[in-house]
C-alpha cells in the first residue's frame, strides 16, 4: 500500500522557516522522482519543487527560489522541504508526491500523493 505522509506544517510569521517531511512506503522510494506541490484557497494546485531519484537535481518555481530547498534521505524514505523567508503568498496546503522528470520537467503520478499539510504565513 502506496502511503506518504505529510508533517510540519503550522503557524508562521513573514520572514520565518518551516520544514516540511514527508515520510513514505509502499513504494520503491529511491526509484521515484519526487515533488512537492501547494494549494491555496481558491487557486489551482501548483508545482513548488522536485528532485530527481539521486538528489542530483533539483527544480524550483519562479515564485520560491532562493527560498525553498528540497532535498531527500532514501535511506530514511523521506522527503523534505525547508522553507525560508516564508511570505503570506506562502499560504497553502502543500503536497508531497512521486513521479518522474522527462526532459527536466516534473510530472506526478497521480495516485502517489500525500494526504496534504497546512502551511499559514501571518504578516
Known amino acids: 500500500q502506496v502511503q506518504l505522509v505529510e508533517s510540519g506544517g503550522g503557524l508562521v510569521q513573514a520572514g520565518g522557516s518551516l520544514r516540511l517531511s514527508c515520510a513514505t512506503s509502499?513504494?520503491?522510494?529511491?526509484?521515484?522522482?519526487m515533488g512537492w506541490s501547494r494549494q491555496a484557497p481558491g487557486k489551482e494546485r501548483e508545482f513548488v519543487a522536485s528532485?530527481?531519484?539521486?538528489?542530483?537535481?533539483?527544480y524550483y518555481a519562479d515564485s520560491v527560489k532562493g527560498r525553498f530547498t528540497i532535498s531527500r534521505d532514501n535511506a530514511k524514505n523521506t522527503l523534505y522541504l525547508q522553507m525560508d523567508r516564508v511570505k503570506p503568498g506562502d499560504t497553502a496546503v502543500y503536497y508531497c508526491?512521486?513521479?518522474?522528470?522527462?526532459?527536466?520537467?516534473?510530472?506526478?503520478?497521480?495516485?502517489?500523493w500525500g494526504q496534504g499539510t497546512q502551511v499559514t504565513v501571518s504578516s
Open positions: 508526491n512521486a513521479g518522474y522528470h522527462r526532459g527536466g520537467i516534473y510530472t506526478p503520478r497521480s495516485e502517489y
Open positions: 509502499g513504494f520503491t522510494f529511491s526509484s521515484y522522482s
Open positions: 528532485i530527481s531519484s539521486t538528489g542530483s537535481s533539483r
